[in-house]
């Protein structure tokens, strides 16, 4: 199966600041990426898919880039609101498979 | 707006098996895909396999194969997951999902989660 691997697995940032994290995959996966943010006790929020398309609702200062193995999500502007957890999906191939998170926190 | 709401939680024994159920409102339920991911603690989300609320057919992991059931009842738009001879590694927080119209191997719509707990 393919396998996501994520970096760093926590970030320490202040409101204000921005964040990026990474996301590679173990072999290519084209555009298929996608991102999800989950806070504690709620389920995974769908923030980005196709790598670079955000989803319905997502605030712009999400933003998610690569192809292929290397993929980044950047979050501009940290809000209160973004201290979360973040994982990576590959759907490129089956099984689908998840990384193992970033966890950004201030 | 688009709703998954799904059973409570569950304490089963080893061994044992579990359903959860998945109702779903807000939308067709037969134009989409619904798609069962676990997160057991400490570990990261696991894909599990998923149900065309069409046509009833289903794909699965094959970490799960011979042990994961998914069907769907269209007249109660719901959609269960079974899962068989459980282990305490089966420990978890067990998600339904519905597809994104877009890409049907996204999850859109999540559901709230279910414990279930394998404990003897």
């Known amino acids: 199966e393919t396998v996501m691997t994520q970096s760093p697995a926590t970030l320490s940032l202040s409101p204000g600041e921005s964040a990026t994290l990474s996301c590679r995959a173990s072999?290519?996966?084209?555009?298929?990426l996608a991102w999800y943010q989950q806070k504690p006790g709620q389920a995974p929020r769908l923030l980005i898919f196709?790598?670079?398309t955000r989803a319905t609702g997502v605030p712009a200062r999400f933003s998610g880039s690569g192809s292929g193995t290397d993929f980044t999500l950047t979050i501009s502007n940290l809000q209160s609101e973004d201290f979360a957890i973040y994982f990576c999906q590959q759907y490129s191939y089956w099984p689908l498979t998840f990384g193992g998170g970033t966890k950004a926190e201030i | 707006q688009v709703q998954l709401v799904q059973s409570g939680a569950e304490l089963k024994k080893p061994g044992a098996s579990v359903r959860v159920a998945c109702q779903a409102s807000?939308?067709?339920?037969?134009?989409?895909?619904i798609h069962w991911v676990r997160q057991a603690p400490g570990q990261r989300l696991e894909w599990m396999g998923y149900?065309?609320?069409?046509?009833?057919?289903?794909k699965y992991s094959q970490t799960f194969q011979g042990r994961v059931t998914i069907s769907r009842d269209t007249s109660a738009s719901t959609v269960y997951m079974e899962l068989t001879s459980l282990t305490a590694e089966d420990t978890a927080l067990y998600f339904c999902?519905?597809?994104?119209?877009?890409?049907?191997?996204?999850?859109?719509?999540w559901g709230q989660g279910t414990l279930v707990t394998v404990s003897s």
């Open positions: 149900i065309n609320a069409g046509n009833g057919h289903a």
């Open positions: 807000g939308y067709s339920f037969v134009t989409y895909m």
């Open positions: 072999q290519s996966v084209s555009t298929n």
């Open positions: 999902a519905r597809a994104s119209g877009r890409e049907f191997s996204i999850q859109e719509y």
């Open positions: 196709h790598a670079s």
